[in-house]
Antibody
Framework: QVHLVESGGGVVQPGRSLRLSCVASGFNFQINGMFWVRQAPGKGLEWVAAISFDGTTKYPADSVKGRFTMSRDNSRNTVYLQMNSLRREDTAVYYC???????????WGQGTLVTVSS | EIVMTQSPGTLSVSPGEGATVTCRASQYISTNLAWYQHKRGQAPRLLIY???TRETGTPARFSGSGSGTEFTLAISSLQSEDFAVYYCHQYNDWPGTFGQGTKVETK
């Protein structure tokens, strides 16, 4: 059974940094691409970053380019989202998600809340 | 970037009635489209991929159709557990883009 467990969320001041983690289990992690997707209060889903199975190709969304970096450690079955220069508009629930065979998302974590506030 | 335009924003439906959500892509995406259901406080759930293939466990009352740029999610005879927000997601150019979401609420 696939499990994705996010951690690292919390309250942080604008301009500061935070690192999210997602531990995966129940599937062959090292052959699957992964996503981070967020949902701001009252808004829809927005993909934030994605990474290839081996970590060599990364896809940051325009809204976070230059501030957020996604990485992975296949030896630990873990993906990370390093978030720097946080802004109030980055306040959201952040979901870790697994890429399905053709590129859709077939599994999602429960999410971790990030609140950017002074 | 491929823009996904989803409509309507909100759909008010009585239990037992049907509902239809539409998603339009700004460019050709073949059948590289998925639909997700999202309930408050829960993880989103994959319902349909490949525009029309139901994920394991998706009830038969959910059906997807379309190709190219026009896609539809149809829910026949809504059950209480179907009231949620639905999103389309094109993955033709990975990671893709999401539609804005359609809230299906009780009339």
């Amino acid at each position: 059974q696939v499990h994705l467990v996010e951690s690292g969320g919390g309250v942080v001041q604008p301009g500061r940094s935070l690192r999210l983690s997602c531990v995966a289990s129940g599937f062959n992690f090292q052959i699957n691409g992964m996503f981070w997707v967020r949902q701001a209060p009252g808004k829809g889903l927005e993909w934030v970053a994605a990474i290839s199975f081996d970590g060599t190709t990364k896809y940051p969304a325009d809204s976070v380019k230059g501030r957020f970096t996604m990485s992975r450690d296949n030896s630990r079955n873990t993906v990370y989202l390093q978030m720097n220069s946080l802004r109030r508009e980055d306040t959201a629930v952040y979901y870790c998600a697994k890429r399905g065979r053709d590129g859709y998302i077939d599994y999602w974590g429960q999410g971790t809340l990030v609140t950017v506030s002074s | 970037e491929i823009v996904m335009t989803q409509s309507p924003g909100t759909l008010s439906v009585s239990p037992g009635e049907g509902a239809t959500v539409t998603c339009r892509a700004s460019q050709y995406i073949s059948t590289n489209l998925a639909w997700y259901q999202h309930k408050r406080g829960q993880a989103p759930r994959l319902l349909i991929y490949g525009a029309s293939t139901r994920e394991t466990g998706t009830p038969a009352r959910f059906s997807g159709s379309g190709s190219g740029t026009e896609f539809t999610l149809a829910i026949s005879s809504l059950q209480s557990e179907d009231f949620a927000v639905y999103y389309c997601h094109q993955y033709n150019d990975w990671p893709g883009t999401f539609g804005q979401g359609t809230k299906v609420e009780t009339k």
